[in-house]
C-alpha cells in the first residue's frame, strides 16, 4: 500500500460584480467581436473595492469545507497559489488560515502565476505523501484586476478575478492508476523566458505595485507546446493513454489554446471543462474554479480521471493526474 492524497472536497468563490466585454469597450479600444474572437471571453468578475485575494481565498474554502464534511479545525496545511497577494508579506495563506481558527498548523504562498495551483497541489501532496500532514487545503486566489494596466488594451481585457480550493485528505491506494487521489505531479520552469509574462514592480526592483505585461503571441506559441508535452508526460508516467481520461480540467487563459491543446492530444473538445468564456482568466485561481463548476454541475463525477495543466509567467508549466 502507499500513501496517497485524495481529493475530498472543491469549493469556489467568484466576486459578485460581472464586467461584460461590452462594458470594457465603454472604457478601452477594444469590442465584443474581437475579444470573443480572439481567446472565447465574454466576461469576467471583478473584486469590489476593499475586497482583497484573502476575502476570495476564504469564501472559497469555506465551500471546499462543507464540500468535503470537514471543519477547518481538521486542517493540518494551508497552501495558497497567488501572484496577488494581499500584501508582499505575511504570506496570504497565514490570513485564511487565521479564519479559519487553526493556529499553529504551516501556512504558505506559492508563486507560480497561472501554474501555480497546479505547483501548490504538488507540494501539498508531497507534505501529505511524507507523512507530515493529513489534511491540506490547496487554494489558487486571485484578484488580477488590481495589476492591470487599464490603457494596455492587448492585457486588460483578458483578465478576471475569483478563487478555487480543493480539500486533501490522506488515503492509502494500491500504487496504479486504478487509485483515487493524486496520481501524479509534474513541474517546469524555464526562467529565460521571464520577460515574456511578468509584471513591471515589485518591492526590490521598483518599490511599486507593477503592472501585467505579456507577450501574447510568445506566450501562446510555448503554452501550446508546453501543455501538450506536460500532459503527455503524466500519462507516460503513469501508463495510461488519452482516451483514458475523462476530463481535462486546463488552465483558462484563450479558448483557442484549449482547443489546439485538446487537438495537439487527440482528446474529444467534449471532456475539456471551459470555463474562460465566464471567467477570463483567473491565473492560479483557473483550474480549481473549473474543477469546481464541473463537479457541480455533475460532469465530474468520484472515481473519474482527471488531467489538470497549467502555464504561466516564469516559464512554469506542469501537470497533475488525479482520479477523483
Ligand atoms: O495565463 C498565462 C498564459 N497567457 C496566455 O496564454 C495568453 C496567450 N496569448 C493569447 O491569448 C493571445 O496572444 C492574445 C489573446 C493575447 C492576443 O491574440 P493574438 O491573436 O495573438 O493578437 P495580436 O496580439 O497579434 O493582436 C492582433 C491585433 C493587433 O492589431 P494589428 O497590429 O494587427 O493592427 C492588436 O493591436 O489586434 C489588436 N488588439 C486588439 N484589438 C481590439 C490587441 N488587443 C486588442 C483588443 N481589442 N483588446
Known amino acids: 500500500m502507499i500513501k496517497r492524497s485524495v481529493i475530498e472536497g472543491v469549493g469556489s468563490y467568484l466576486p459578485e460584480r460581472i464586467v461584460s466585454n461590452a462594458e470594457l469597450a465603454t472604457r478601452v479600444d477594444t469590442s465584443d467581436e474581437w475579444i470573443v474572437e480572439r481567446s472565447g471571453i465574454k466576461q469576467r468578475h471583478m473584486a469590489a473595492d476593499g475586497e482583497k485575494t484573502s476575502d476570495l481565498a476564504i469564501a472559497a474554502v469555506k465551500k471546499a469545507l462543507d464540500h468535503a464534511g470537514r471543519d477547518g479545525k481538521e486542517i493540518d496545511l494551508f497552501v495558497l497559489a497567488t501572484a496577488t497577494p494581499d500584501q508582499t508579506f505575511p504570506a496570504t495563506a497565514a490570513r485564511v488560515q487565521a479564519a479559519l481558527g487553526r493556529p499553529g498548523v504551516p501556512s504558505f504562498d506559492v508563486q507560480a502565476v497561472c501554474s501555480g495551483f497546479v505547483y501548490a497541489l504538488a507540494v ?22 488590481r495589476i492591470l494596466d487599464w490603457n494596455d488594451r492587448t492585457t486588460c ?17 494500491q500504487g496504479t492508476a486504478a487509485d483515487r487521489g493524486v496520481l501524479s505531479t509534474h513541474l517546469h520552469s ?29 506566450v501562446f506559441r510555448h503554452a501550446v507546446v508546453n501543455l501538450a508535452e506536460a500532459v503527455n508526460e503524466a500519462l507516460g508516467a503513469n501508463a495510461i493513454t488519452i482516451d483514458q481520461i475523462d ?11 484549449l482547443d489546439s491543446t485538446a487537438h495537439k492530444l487527440g482528446l474529444d473538445p467534449a471532456r475539456v471543462i471551459v470555463t474562460v468564456d465566464q471567467h477570463a482568466n483567473t491565473s492560479a485561481a483557473s483550474i480549481p474554479l473549473a474543477l469546481a463548476v464541473g463537479v457541480e454541475d455533475g460532469r465530474i463525477k468520484k472515481g473519474d480521471l482527471v488531467i489538470l495543466e497549467a502555464m504561466g509567467g516564469g516559464f512554469t508549466w506542469g501537470s497533475a493526474l488525479v482520479r477523483m
Open 124 to 145: 501539498a501532496d508531497n507534505f501529505i505523501k511524507a507523512g507530515q500532514a493529513k489534511t491540506a487545503v490547496v487554494i489558487g486566489a486571485e484578484t488580477f484586476s
Open 190 to 218: 524555464d526562467g529565460r523566458h521571464h520577460d515574456m509574462l511578468y509584471v513591471d514592480g515589485g518591492p526590490s526592483a521598483t518599490q511599486t505595485t507593477g503592472y501585467l505585461r505579456m507577450k501574447g503571441k510568445e
Open 157 to 173: 481585457v483578458l483578465f478576471g478575478d475569483g478563487a478555487g480550493a480543493v480539500v486533501l485528505g490522506a488515503a492509502e491506494g
Open 247 to 257: 476530463w481535462l480540467v486546463p488552465h483558462q487563459a484563450n479558448k483557442r489554446i
